[in-house]
């Protein structure tokens, strides 16, 4: 069995102090697997935003340990944290924090500026995820102009342009009708199946987390339970390994 | 981000808020604007003071003269047929009046023996009674003394040659007319006559070549002729024909030094000079003064269009941390994309430098165009008479040290929301509603 790509344990957060304190993660394990889809699922309010930013390490835990290929993500500091970041992560949000002014291809470029790429290699690499994504004659557009399932679909480019090891997403389709939505789940576990991309997605929505690989709810901060889709089941986890079932901890 | 993409990215997002930008760039500019118009009236002033040192005399060269005796203390002067009356460079210099002991020949040796005097040369002084064209009216005209290396400014012909042995001259140009020539191409090569009395009242008439005419200066030459050194002489020989006491009499004398050797050097000249009891002044003692005035009144303006700037200051720090505001979500994505906060620094300051270009660039620019128009337009109708004098003018280094200030005060002020844009927590500003 190879390392797991994310591996998290013990995980608390805590925000607030005093009175105020208020504990959204009361201790949670939970492994990543390279290559699978993993749904995390919940209440509004559980703390599954909470936990995909901690295993996004966007977020320092309270207490707790999170590693990222086998090595403790708290050694990681400013630039390499940032080049993890930009390199290996890939992230699809909610709201699809599009920068409205600029043209499609710009906000789908904006990774490799960031990531300090030379003008034309951005162009020809944002310009080849936009064809991918059926989306290359809206290059030139301004990112306002497009409709909703347009717009998630250049955040997933966006998503995809540093050809990411895991990507996130947070309620992918919650903004979009059920076609619109179906269509961007299509895209994200083809992307999955075809290029190994693993998957990370946070949802309420039931469709979606079945077609997962594996799921776990979170309820009050802490993992209730964990399952593994059945057809699924056998590409998830190697044989012999039950797929380490993060149980939930006593309450 | 390459520092490249940084500075794009800035520029870019200075235009996404049009009216905001421009609102700031506006106040900006207004400092700008007035710091240009301030800073280019001391580069004008003091550019023609300069021009005006340069037709006083050369920088070598120093007038001696005795110092003044105290007369607070001691009584009634008691009367001294051999005083003169001292006078500075030029007729209408500054200093003149009074009169004090002459220099002597002996005075000269003294003088000549102090350390760091390369030559001393009497300054001859002398007053004529009248100057005259081919019999028409005669006027009354002071002569300014020769000093070497003094440069007039000229409204036509040529410098006066200190080194011919013909006699020659440079008038002003507001004798042109009345003495009865039709130009100023006219009185080039004509000649003129000077009536000299001598000591016992004799008249004597020297008549000499016109080679130049004099513009009015702000002070040196103003309305006086301009002789050669044959002139001079000539004119004192007249002047002294008869004279029994005051022939070897100079009210001052014209010590050359080497200005090369430094401040302190002619400073300690000026020193031993003191002890022996004389007083020298320098071409930039006389014209210090006028420059000091100047520098101080210009300081003051510039304080004030600075003020304007750092008003403007404000207007920048308040742009911006609106402009972060807006972007909360914005640099939290870039953040979580792994832009680090140098970046995010980075780029929210250069945008406040950028903005500070701007406004000082359109100022600068506009405030060189205003001000040569309204410094020419000064400079034909107020300032008329003093020719060459352009109120305000500008010099690369000035204006490009303007734009370098606003630019400096424009990043010092973005320093307060870029510290803050780049202190955001990447999930606080996603979570940002
Ligand atoms: N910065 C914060 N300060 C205080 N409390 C916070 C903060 N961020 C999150 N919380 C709290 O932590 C809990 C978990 O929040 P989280 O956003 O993870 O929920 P969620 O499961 O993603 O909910 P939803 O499905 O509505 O997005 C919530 O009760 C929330 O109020
Ligand atoms: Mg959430």
């Given amino acids: 069995m190879s390392t797991p790509v994310l591996r998290v344990e ?10 105020t304190r208020f504990e959204a993660l009361k201790g949670v394990d939970v492994e990543v697997r390279a290559g699978e889809s993993l749904a995390i699922v919940g209440k509004s309010g559980s703390g599954k935003s909470t936990l995909m930013h901690l295993l996004a390490l966007l977020d320092r835990p309270t207490s707790g340990s999170v590693e990222l290929n086998g090595l403790p993500a708290d050694r990681l500091r400013g630039r390499e944290l940032n080049r993890v970041r930009n390199q290996t992560f890939g992230f699809v949000f909610q709201q699809f924090f599009l920068t409205p002014s600029a043209t499609v291809l710009e906000n789908v470029i904006l990774p490799l500026k960031i990531a300090g ?49 895991v990507i996130f997403a947070d309620e992918p389709t919650g903004n979009l009708d059920t ?3 179906a269509a961007v789940e299509d895209l994200l576990f083809g992307l999955n199946r075809e290029r190994g991309i693993t998957l990370v997605v946070v949802t309420h929505d039931e469709e979606l987390a079945s077609r997962c690989d594996r799921r776990i709810t979170v309820r009050d901060g802490r993992i209730e339970a964990s399952a593994t889709a059945p057809t699924a089941a056998a590409t998830a986890a190697a ?13 | 981000m390459t520092p490249a993409d940084v500075v794009g990215s800035a520029v870019a997002n200075t235009f996404r808020s049009k009216t905001r930008t421009i609102l700031t760039v506006l106040a900006i500019f207004i400092g700008a604007f007035t710091l240009t118009i301030t800073t280019g009236l001391g580069t004008g002033i003091n550019r023609y003071i300069d021009q005006t040192v340069a037709e006083i005399g050369a920088e070598d060269v120093m007038t001696v003269a005795h110092q003044a005796e105290e007369t607070t203390d001691d009584g009634p002067r008691e009367y001294d047929p051999d005083a003169v009356t ?31 005097v390369e030559s001393v040369e009497p300054l ?5 009674d009248y100057i005259q064209h081919d019999d028409g009216t005669r006027y009354e005209v002071s002569v300014g003394s020769f000093i070497p290396g003094m440069e007039l400014v000229l409204a036509s012909g040529e410098q006066p040659d200190p080194d011919a042995a013909a006699a020659q001259v440079a008038i002003p140009v507001d004798f042109v007319e009345p003495l009865g020539f039709d130009s100023q191409a006219d009185a080039l090569g004509s000649e003129v006559a000077f009536g000299v009395a001598d000591a016992t009242g004799v008249e004597h008439v020297v008549t000499v070549e016109v080679v130049g005419v004099s513009e009015a200066g702000l002070i040196g030459t103003g309305n006086s002729v301009s002789p050669n050194t044959a002139l001079t002489d000539e004119l004192y020989a007249a002047q002294a024909t008869g004279a029994i006491g005051q022939t070897d009499l100079y009210g001052s004398a014209v010590v050359t030094f080497d200005p090369e050797l430094g401040e302190t050097a002619t400073q300690a000249l000026k020193d031993d000079l003191d002890e022996a009891g004389f007083t020298a002044t320098t071409v930039e003692d006389q014209i210090g003064a006028f420059q000091s005035v100047i520098d101080g009144i210009v300081l003051v303006l510039n304080a004030f269009a600075v003020i304007a700037l750092l008003a403007a200051g404000f207007g920048i720090v308040n742009t911006l941390l609106m402009s972060v505001q807006e972007r909360t979500r914005e640099i939290g994505l870039m953040k979580a994309m792994g832009m680090g906060s140098g970046r995010v620094f980075g780029l929210f300051s250069t945008e406040a430098t950028f903005i500070g270009f701007l406004g000082s660039a359109v100022g600068v620019v506009l405030g060189m165009v205003a001000g040569t128009a309204v410094g020419d337009a000064l400079a034909t109708t107020m300032f008329a008479d003093l020719p060459g004098l352009t ?34 927590d990447p999930i606080e500003s996603l979570r940002y509603e």
């Fill in chain 1, 10 to 19: 013990g995980l608390h957060r805590a925000y607030g102090r005093g009175p």
């Fill in chain 1, 117 to 165: 790429v030379g003008r034309g290699e951005r162009k020809r690499r944002g310009m080849a995820v936009l064809e991918q994504l059926g989306l290359a004659d809206k290059a030139k557009n301004k990112a306002i102009d497009l409709s909703g399932g347009q717009k998630q679909r250049v955040v997933i480019a966006r998503a995809l342009v540093n050809d990411p090891q």
């Fill in chain 1, 179 to 181: 076609t619109t939505g």
């Fill in chain 1, 239 to 251: 044989p012999g390994e039950p797929g380490r079932p993060t149980e939930g901890v006593a309450a």
């Fill in chain 2, 86 to 116: 001292a006078s500075g460079l030029g007729a209408d210099g500054p200093g003149g009046g009074g009169t004090i002991d002459p220099i002597t020949d002996d005075d000269l040796v003294t003088i000549a023996a102090i350390d760091g």
């Fill in chain 2, 124 to 128: 001859k002084q002398v007053s004529v």
């Fill in chain 2, 391 to 424: 109120l305000i003018a500008f010099d690369p280094t000035s204006v490009a040290s303007i734009i370098v200030l606003v630019m400096a005060i424009a990043f010092l002020a973005g320093t307060i929301p870029a510290g803050r844009a780049a202190r955001q």
